[in-house]
């Protein structure tokens, strides 16, 4: 395959699966602008990584993987000028216009508890959320099934005092 | 509560895809030239560590070429002590960033990043620390190799200068010191973030 031809079939792989780049970018960017600067690296440090590819795991969990991992690196640079985010300046807010439906309230008020965690919870959460098993979400962590178990409880415990807001 | 939250998910995911969209064109476009933060880090540490080991070089030269006199061989041999350290810590940063796989479990890999971080800032507390020790011993080589000059025989004048050099610079320094001593922490936090993650705890 030319360098071209494998270019683009690469292109094409991540293009079917941009919704990781889009939720991972806007679970540790606060605007638009850093979500556009995240993807670009995650893209970049895909095709660097891409010869490496095996397809031990499926192309989505090895995409999945490195798209956190680019996020958590670059969001701990990020905090060293901004290190809290306050309710009114949580990520995905500028995307969506203010809520008028009870539904958007929701969206906003989960997609605030997410902003939240601390990087490595919000993976965490995010491959939950994802319905990956936890065998999965264990492997591409790094940790032990039963301490993924254990998090996600503890993330859902702290996440149930909202609930009135999130069940409808 | 838990397909509630997935369904809520779901839908936010659905919503995201509807409002951006990839410009795969210019993606692929960029595709031959774009960087990752790792590619840069490593050319820099490659950029100062070719700086270090010419450094080396030159002050073996310079040494080499003054042999016979010790008030020349000795600002020179420290200056290369001081290169051959910055070497050893260069490498070391090489070798981490070289070691960082991003498609390997994440956990392991923020490890490494923050190792990585501590590491460098580590090197630039180092180096800033000795800097200002190294500021004489540069002068009377560079003086000597590039002019000719020999400093020693400027007298008590130039010595005088130098000590207010070097009380003028021990500010800076100490803010220097403390800037990096923040970032310090501030890793050493991460890392332990990190490690309390990766702990199974009942």
């Given at each position: 395959?030319?360098?071209?031809?494998?270019q683009?079939?690469f292109?094409?792989?991540?293009?079917?699966?941009?919704?990781i780049?889009?939720?991972?970018?806007?679970?540790?960017?606060l605007?638009?602008?850093?979500r556009?600067d995240?993807?670009q690296?995650?893209v970049?440090?895909?095709?660097?990584?891409?010869?490496?590819?095996?397809g031990?795991s499926?192309?989505?969990?090895w995409?999945y993987?490195?798209?956190?991992?680019?996020?958590?690196?670059?969001?701990?640079?990020?905090?060293?000028?901004?290190?809290?985010?306050?309710?009114?300046e949580?990520?995905?807010l500028?995307?969506?216009?203010?809520?008028?439906?009870?539904?958007d309230?929701?969206?906003?008020?989960?997609?605030?508890?997410?902003?939240n965690?601390?990087?490595?919870?919000?993976?965490?959460?995010?491959?939950?959320?994802?319905?990956?098993?936890?065998?999965?979400?264990?492997?591409?962590?790094?940790?032990?099934?039963?301490?993924v178990?254990?998090?996600?409880?503890?993330?859902?415990?702290?996440?149930?005092?909202?609930?009135q807001l999130?069940v409808? | 509560?838990?397909?509630?939250?997935?369904s809520?998910?779901?839908?936010?995911?659905?919503?995201?895809?509807?409002?951006?969209?990839?410009?795969?064109?210019?993606?692929?476009?960029?595709?031959?030239?774009?960087?990752?933060?790792?590619?840069?880090?490593?050319?820099?540490?490659?950029?100062?560590?070719?700086?270090d080991?010419?450094?080396?070089?030159?002050?073996g030269?310079?040494?080499?070429?003054?042999?016979?006199?010790?008030?020349?061989?000795?600002?020179?041999?420290?200056?290369?002590?001081?290169?051959?350290?910055?070497?050893?810590?260069?490498?070391r940063?090489?070798?981490?960033?070289?070691?960082?796989?991003?498609?390997?479990?994440?956990a392991?890999?923020q490890s490494?990043?923050?190792?990585?971080?501590?590491?460098?800032?580590?090197t630039t507390?180092?180096?800033?620390?000795?800097?200002?020790?190294?500021?004489?011993?540069?002068?009377i080589?560079?003086l000597?190799?590039?002019?000719?000059?020999?400093?020693?025989?400027?007298?008590?004048g130039?010595?005088?200068?130098?000590?207010?050099?070097?009380?003028?610079v021990?500010?800076?320094?100490?803010?220097?010191?403390r800037r990096?001593?923040?970032?310090?922490?501030?890793?050493?936090?991460s890392?332990?973030?990190?490690r309390?993650?990766?702990?199974?705890?009942?």
């Amino acid at each position: 395959m030319s360098s071209d031809a494998a270019q683009r079939a690469f292109i094409d792989r991540i293009d079917r699966h941009r919704g990781i780049l889009f939720k991972v970018a806007a679970a540790y960017c606060l605007n638009l602008s850093d979500r556009e600067d995240l993807i670009q690296e995650t893209v970049a440090q895909l095709w660097r990584a891409y010869r490496a590819f095996d397809g031990r795991s499926s192309f989505s969990t090895w995409m999945y993987r490195i798209a956190l991992n680019v996020a958590i690196g670059s969001l701990r640079k990020e905090t060293r000028n901004r290190r809290t985010v306050g309710p009114a300046e949580m990520a995905f807010l500028e995307q969506i216009p203010e809520p008028q439906s009870e539904e958007d309230e929701r969206l906003s008020l989960l997609r605030t508890l997410i902003a939240n965690l601390p990087p490595l919870d919000r993976a965490l959460m995010l491959l939950y959320l994802d319905d990956y098993a936890y065998a999965e979400i264990a492997a591409m962590l790094g940790i032990s099934e039963s301490n993924v178990g254990t998090k996600i409880a503890r993330i859902k415990e702290r996440f149930r005092r909202h609930a009135q807001l999130i069940v409808t | 509560m838990e397909s509630a939250l997935k369904s809520l998910w779901a839908e936010s995911n659905r919503r995201l895809e509807a409002s951006m969209r990839l410009n795969a064109v210019l993606l692929e476009n960029n595709l031959g030239t774009a960087k990752t933060s790792l590619n840069r880090l490593m050319r820099e540490v490659v950029f100062e560590l070719a700086i270090d080991v010419a450094g080396i070089v030159l002050l073996g030269t310079f040494a080499a070429a003054h042999a016979a006199q010790l008030r020349f061989v000795i600002p020179a041999v420290a200056l290369d002590l001081y290169a051959i350290a910055l070497v050893v810590l260069g490498g070391r940063q090489l070798a981490a960033i070289r070691s960082i796989d991003y498609g390997r479990p994440v956990a392991g890999v923020q490890s490494q990043l923050e190792a990585l971080r501590i590491l460098r800032i580590r090197t630039t507390q180092w180096a800033s620390l000795f800097a200002p020790l190294m500021w004489v011993p540069l002068a009377i080589v560079l003086l000597k190799g590039l002019a000719g000059v020999d400093l020693y025989a400027a007298g008590t004048g130039w010595l005088l200068a130098n000590v207010l050099f070097g009380l003028a610079v021990i500010p800076i320094a100490i803010y220097v010191a403390r800037r990096f001593e923040a970032r310090l922490q501030d890793a050493v936090a991460s890392r332990d973030a990190i490690r309390r993650f990766e702990e199974a705890r009942p």
